[in-house]
């Protein structure tokens, strides 16, 4: 019994010294998710601060909950709240639309060079900066020389000034970002359809079924799993939005800020203007709350209705 008692012992050892190359080859990632994710945890402490940087953080006077009171006391609340939600509900509902169609033209293509060719160019502007997208918006819209006025013009019609009509950048920020993201989530939709067994539609040709029918009874319910983790994501984003979408595209301008202002962007001119940390801090603490229920109650409908498809 000792002996076998001694030989359990040097086995476990040798197993512990045989993982740790592989711990070794993780530490980086701790490393960084250390530094990345759970350090700035510190700073939700200015939520709930007036901050003087002279006495530090931890001697700076605690104030409740008075910083939270500028995001629903503004005149401001309910216009950047509006637009933050509608525009999330808009990108949720059409980015799983067009990433799934173009997925499904992209699989659809044989030629190995054409099908790079076309994936590299619908992914490019997701690679791009959101200042050169920005520029390449305002090369479309600007006044005197933007492409569109020019086509109306040179058609008897008369330019449009883009940067003062609030009207329309609802549509121009929806196309702005599908076109920006669609390569991204196509993407995933893809390698998600690649990895349906062929099986399924060589069974369904010989059925007789069409493209659409073998789309409709394949592909999309075996993509569900994928469509419901993007969508549980997207839940999670809700409350905020993509900064230089909102800010940097439309310029920054004034004349456009009912349809264009959201949490994010309010903030930021807010902490420009007062210099305040502790309201900034707030809105980021805020978002992440809603943000962090929102997918867990989603997750919890799915999982009720669907165990499987849960993330969690």
């Known amino acids: 019994m000792a002996s076998m008692g001694k030989t359990k012992k040097l086995k476990k050892k040798r197993d512990w010294k045989h993982f740790i190359p592989y711990y070794l080859m993780g530490l980086p990632m701790v490393i960084y ?5 759970y350090m700035p945890l510190y700073g939700l402490l200015f939520a709930f601060k007036d901050v003087n940087m002279r006495k ?3 001697g700076s006077p605690w104030v409740g909950l008075k910083n939270f009171e500028f995001l629903f006391r503004t005149d401001d609340a309910f216009i950047m709240t509006r637009n ?3 525009y999330n509900l808009a990108f949720l509902v059409l980015g799983p639309v067009l990433g799934i169609t173009v997925a499904i033209c992209l699989n659809s293509i044989k030629g190995g060079r054409s099908s790079k060719i076309y994936q590299t160019s619908i992914l490019l502007p997701h690679l791009m900066s959101m200042v050169v997208v920005s520029y390449i918006v305002y090369a479309f819209l600007d006044q005197n020389s933007g492409i569109f006025n020019a ?3 040179a058609f008897g ?3 449009v000034n883009w940067y003062a009509d609030a009207g329309k950048w609802p549509f121009i920020l929806i196309f702005v970002n599908q076109w920006y993201s669609i390569g991204f989530s196509s993407i995933i939709y893809l390698s998600s359809i690649c990895g349906i067994s062929q099986e399924y539609y060589e069974a369904a040709e010989l059925d007789g079924a069409s493209k659409w029918q073998q789309i409709t009874q394949i592909t999309l319910p075996l993509l569900k799993g994928t469509i419901i983790m993007m969508t549980i994501m997207g839940l999670g984003r809700m409350f905020r939005s993509d900064f230089g979408l909102f ?3 439309p310029m920054n301008t004034g004349a456009l800020y009912s349809t264009t202002q959201t949490i994010d962007t309010y903030v930021f001119r807010g902490l420009m203007q007062l210099g305040n940390f502790g309201m900034s801090a707030a809105a980021g603490f805020y978002q992440s709350i809603v943000g962090f229920i929102l997918v867990v109650t989603a997750n919890t409908v799915i999982k009720k209705i669907s165990a499987e498809d ?3």
């Not at 998710?33 to 994710?37: A, T």
């Open 56 to 58: 530090g953080v931890m």
């Open 157 to 159: 019609g008369e330019g």
């Open 151 to 153: 086509l109306l013009t």
């Open 33 to 37: 998710l250390f530094i990345n994710n």
């Open 84 to 86: 933050t939600v509608l």
């Open 247 to 249: 800010y940097q595209v």
């Open 310 to 312: 849960a993330l969690f």
